[in-house]
């Protein structure tokens, strides 16, 4: 999944290299919900659970965490593949401002 993430995500996303546990987590601009993304994804059969959640105070809407574990290596690409398409689709229609691609 590392491989086809960096591979697929558009700059502007970042990844987490996890040290144990099954899931990566990813951080998009700011300008995005992953809540609110979540159904284009799973219109493209791809789904990933909502960071918001996991953060006990200040919950991060950017943020979701993907499950490694339960995948086959070429399902696992052609997800991200699926998964970079919706981000990138949503990325398109954000302002052009560099401060929305950090935290």
């Given at each position: 999944?590392?491989?086809?993430l960096?591979?697929?995500?558009p700059?502007?996303?970042s ?10 987590w990813?951080?998009?601009?700011k300008?995005i919900?992953a ?7 799973v219109a493209r ?16 809407f ?15 690409q052609g ?16 302002p ?8």
């Open positions: 999944m590392g491989q086809a960096a591979a697929e995500m700059e502007g996303v990844l987490t290299e996890p040290d144990g546990g099954m899931f990566r990813v951080r998009l601009p300008g919900n809540s609110t993304l979540l159904p284009q994804a059969k791809v789904a990933y659970v909502p960071g918001a959640a996991f953060f006990a105070v200040d919950p991060k950017n943020y979701f965490r993907l499950c490694f574990s339960n995948s086959a290596p070429d399902g696992i997800g991200v593949h699926e998964l970079a398409g919706v981000i990138k689709e949503e990325m398109a229609k954000l052009l401002r560099a401060d929305i691609y950090t935290s």
